[in-house]
């Protein structure tokens, strides 16, 4: 079993689970194992894990923190029983079956592992159902609003205060299917923040959506390929635009 040729200090990761299995010291035949806690598994060397970790940790860890079922817990907690009755084995000299109970413990993992990625793969694929919509509002409470109306009508919302944050969160982010963008704002307006997302190759295809107290021509932006792809004009009818963005984009409504 790999964790009996492992010295003391050294350990195995389950970056799937964040789990860390580590043998903290070994004394003639006494052996000590450490276990840092859950969340989802695949064997690794310990030095070969940390930037596969880190990125499951900050993509994953609260999601899973919040949704681990009663019965995943039970799992988790038999396996970890698992791992202490197999400690108390190795340091009674039953290496045998200390190897027997190490190696259930690893397939209770395992098992944890496969049910953790489907759940992962299902979490990704929902999400991908849903359109992806930018907002770039420079009033925070009106942003706040309309962004949790958005919300519950089944878009992933971003948020942008001025049309350089908006520009930054574009190169940054997967290219969302909408901005919603509003004229009057500091830094960059609206009027330059269109002219730079048209000229932005990476950004083809974008529809932009005004949102603004403003008429077209105070502003002299055109509705068309070269301008802006729909014009709402403040105060708006929230349902109207999200019919509007589900119509433009080919999605149902929710």
């Keep these: 079993m790999l964790v009996l040729s492992r010295g003391p200090e050294d350990k195995i990761v389950f970056p799937n689970l964040d789990i860390t299995i580590e043998i903290l010291r070994v004394s003639g035949n006494r052996v000590r194992v450490g276990v840092e806690a859950p969340q989802h598994v695949r064997v690794l060397r310990h030095e070969l894990a940390d930037s596969f970790s880190a990125e499951l940790q900050q993509a994953d860890q609260s999601h899973a923190e919040q949704t681990l079922s009663h019965a995943f817990r039970n799992q988790l907690n038999t396996a970890h029983v698992a791992l202490g009755l197999a ?31 489907c759940e992962k793969e299902r ?18 409470n009106e942003s706040e609003l309309l962004a949790g109306f958005l919300k519950m009508s089944g878009f992933q919302v971003e948020t942008a205060t001025d049309g350089i944050q908006a520009m930054v969160q574009l190169g940054r982010m997967e290219k969302p299917d909408v901005v919603l963008l509003d004229m009057h704002m500091p830094k ?20 932009v959506f005004a949102v603004s107290g403003a008429d ?17 004009r403040k105060p708006i009818k929230p349902q109207d635009l999200v019919d509007s963005m589900h119509e433009e984009l080919g999605f149902a409504s929710a």
């Design 188 to 207: 960059m307006n609206g009027p330059q923040t269109i002219r730079t997302i048209r000229d932005t190759p990476e950004l083809d295809g974008i529809r």
């Design 87 to 117: 400690e108390k084995q190795l340091n009674a000299g039953l290496d045998d079956k200390a190897l027997a109970t190490l190696r259930r413990a690893m397939a209770m993992f395992d098992k944890l592992d496969a049910d953790a990625n």
């Design 123 to 140: 979490i990704r694929q929902e999400a991908a159902t849903f359109p992806r919509a930018l907002l770039v509002e420079d009033d925070a």
């Design 216 to 232: 077209p021509s105070e502003v002299s932006v055109s509705v068309g390929p070269e301008g802006v792809d729909r014009w709402f």
